[in-house]
Structure formats: C-alpha cells, structure tokens
C-alpha cells in the first residue's frame, strides 16, 4: 500500500510539473515581445543610439507587437555588428518577454592621417575604425608622409596583408610606446613623421622640437626625452635650444636657435 501511494505521489507529482512547463511555455511562446531593453556600452558618440534602436525596432517589428518566437533575435545582432564602431554585440531574450541588447562601442586611441589628408582610428590592439562626423575623440594625433590606404570596411588590423607593408604597423608601434609611458603619455601631444622616415614629437608647454628619430628603442629615447626635461625644466638655457634630438645612443644632441 506504502508502495502504490509512493508511486502515486511521484506520478502526480511528474504530470504537475509536466503540465506547469506545458502552459509556461505555452503562455510564453503565445506573448507579446514586453520591451527593447538597448543599451551602449563603452558609448561616447560614435554609435547613434536613436538610428541603431530604430533599426532594431525595425526589424523585430514592434509596431505589430510581433509574438516572441517570432523576433528575429540573430538578425538584430548581426545587423548590429555591421556598424564599423561597434566591437561586440550582445542580444537575448528574457523570460519577462524583454530584448535584452548590448552594444559596445570602440574606444581609439590614436587618429593617423596618410600624406593625402585621409585618417582613421586605432585602438590599443591595432584594430581599425574610420573617422566618425559625429564625434571627435581626444586622442594621440599622428600626421606626415604615412602612406597606406583609408577604408571603411570592418575587423581590418595593422597587421593584416593589406596594412602589414605600409607605414601604419610602425606608427603604431611609437605611438603605444608613447601611450604605454606614464611621462610621454602626458606631455606628447603629436607624432609627425618627416620625409627622411625618422619619427618628430611634438612636447605639450614647450616649443623644442623634439627628434626621436627612427622607430627603434623607442622606451629608451622615452626615457632620455624625461630624464632632459627633468633636469632642464625652468632653466633659461632651455629657451636658447631650438630642437633637442634623441636618436643618438647614451646622449641628447641640443641645436641652438
């Protein structure tokens, strides 16, 4: 008798919860999508916020109310990973019927111009993104005779084929060192690269022309770049020199104006 009420109970109880996930889901594949829950992450102005939940209210078809096995949940999210500033995207649906999407923004570090005027961003991997109209970062500037092709295309790299023979793996190789220095990071404003191939900073309160010349050792030209205005700083001989240049090894060579 024990026996038969055990396996009573344990039957009963399998069909209750059979029954209790048969109308959960049935309640919830029958529902209205609830909200679009959209958020930027890492979000400065690159990204659009109004245009990318307009193309997702789009394609989810809100204004019908669309059922919730119906949101093309991989569609928005693909579509959204097409924006050449988003870097990562993220979308889900709740059990509460919200669309849950994240989209992380870039977040550059430098901007470098060709020799023909063109720019674009990279950030501290060496990933590519283009010039934005709505929004203008405060990063490191690089300019001068850089010669490689500008492109709006997406997941480009320093190091890919297209870029690997230009002069834009180089470039931002200085530039990480110079962001990569707590000194150079705060004083070095832009890079230049003159036609002789050697690599010119321009100092923050200072009018020296500084050289660090060609893009090797460039910790240690750093470094001697700190250890001259360290020492120099506040002393009137500092105004008589017109460039200091660091690409000579244990010195710093001063030219007078």
């Given at each position: 008798m024990n026996r038969f009420l055990k396996i009573s109970v344990w039957v009963l109880t399998v069909a209750a919860i059979g029954a209790l996930?048969?109308?959960?889901?049935?309640?919830?594949?029958?529902?209205?999508?609830?909200?679009?829950?959209?958020?930027?992450?890492?979000?400065?102005?690159?990204?659009?916020y109004d245009r990318e939940l307009g193309i997702i209210l789009a394609i989810c078809d809100t204004a019908s109310n669309r059922q919730v096995t119906d949101i093309p949940v991989d569609s928005v999210r693909k579509t959204l990973a097409e924006n050449p500033w988003a870097t990562d995207v993220r979308a889900n649906l709740s059990l509460r019927r919200i669309l849950n999407i994240e989209m992380t923004e870039c977040q550059p570090i430098m901007r470098i111009y060709n020799d023909e005027g063109k720019s674009l961003y990279l950030d501290k991997d060496g990933n590519i993104f283009p010039v934005g109209r709505r929004y203008i970062p405060h990063v490191l500037i690089c300019s001068g005779h850089f010669s490689?092709?500008?492109?709006?295309?997406?997941?480009?790299?320093?190091?890919?084929?297209?870029?690997?023979?230009?002069?834009?793996?180089?470039a931002f190789d200085v530039a990480s060192s110079i962001l990569n220095d707590d000194y150079a990071s705060?004083?070095?404003?832009?890079?230049y690269l003159a036609k002789n191939r050697q690599y010119e900073l321009v100092v923050r309160n200072s009018d020296l022309h500084v050289i660090l010349g060609y893009p090797d050792n460039v910790s240690e030209k750093l470094l001697k770049m700190k250890h001259f205005f360290d020492r120099m700083t506040g002393r009137e001989e500092l105004n008589g020199y017109s460039k200091i240049n660091l690409n000579y090894k244990n010195q710093v060579v001063c030219t007078k104006k």
């Open positions: 996930w048969f109308f959960t889901r049935k309640d919830y594949t029958e529902d209205r999508l609830h909200r679009v829950d959209f958020k930027i992450v890492n979000g400065h102005g690159f990204i659009n490689f092709p500008v492109t709006r295309e997406k997941w480009h790299n320093v190091n890919d084929s297209v870029y690997a023979s230009t002069d834009l793996p180089g705060q004083n070095v404003g832009h890079i």
